[in-house]
């Protein structure tokens, strides 16, 4: 299985400060066919997760332009420009380059 | 989009349970479907996948065997039938849509708990 790790586990941010977290995988997510299967996805709290990110840096629908994904091969980075309140939660990276599906074990990311 | 996971329940080790997941507001056929699952306090964990017709499945290496995913296209409807569950199977169970060709949820239910205990 692709194990993700990531760094930190938890954050602690002031509102209008930027914000980092790093997904490393033990295996490139880069696929024959030129895309890297990366995403971001954040779980506030009693809900389920939402995409904010996929394939490395694409920013789904809907997703303020604050955030942002970036990286290749094995090493990515969630970029938050400006905290704000809404953006607490776990953040959690996952690849979908072979199954099973894995997830990052999550940053817990708060309000300073 | 809306998806809306019952069946949720207590359930005692060595018992057997069936999620379903309803869904409304896009083409239920023309989309693969997968549960997620979260342990109490835990983080993410795949737990299964099924293509768009229901001719493929897919499962996580810990539930392999004891879990069967399905689908009826005609009732717009996913299913996760559960049997031998275990202690570490309690976990809120999500049902969510996957975007073809990048195999990631784009859509999720809010989730149904599952509790197995004595």
């Known amino acids: 299985d692709i194990v993700l790790t990531q760094t930190p586990l938890s954050l602690s941010v002031t509102p209008g400060q930027p914000a980092s977290i790093s997904c490393k995988s033990n295996?490139?997510?880069?696929?024959?066919?030129?895309?890297?299967?990366l995403y971001w996805y954040l779980q506030k709290a009693g809900q389920p997760p939402q995409v904010l990110i996929y394939e490395v840096s694409k920013r789904f629908s809907g997703v303020p332009d604050r955030f942002s994904g970036s990286g290749s091969g094995t090493d990515f980075t969630l970029k938050i420009n400006r905290m704000e309140a809404d953006d607490v939660g776990v953040y959690y990276c996952?690849?979908?380059?072979?199954?099973?599906?894995?997830f990052g074990p999550g940053t817990k990311v708060e309000i300073k | 989009v809306q998806l809306v996971e019952s069946g949720g329940d207590l359930v005692q080790p060595g018992g057997s349970l069936r999620l379903s997941c309803e869904v409304s507001g896009f083409t239920f056929s023309s989309h693969a479907m997968t549960w997620v699952r979260q342990g109490p306090g835990k983080g993410l964990e795949w737990v299964s996948g099924i293509n768009g017709i229901g001719g493929s499945t897919y499962y996580t290496d810990s539930v392999n065997g004891r879990f069967t995913i399905s689908r009826d296209n005609s009732k717009n409807t996913l299913y996760l039938q559960m049997n031998s569950l275990r202690a570490d199977d309690t976990a809120i169970y999500y049902c969510a849509r996957l975007v073809t060709g990048g195999w990631y949820m784009d859509s999720w239910g809010q989730g149904i708990l599952v509790t197995v205990s004595s």
């Open positions: 295996q490139s997510l880069l696929h024959s066919d030129g895309e890297t299967y």
């Open positions: 996952m690849q979908s380059l072979e199954l099973p599906l894995t």
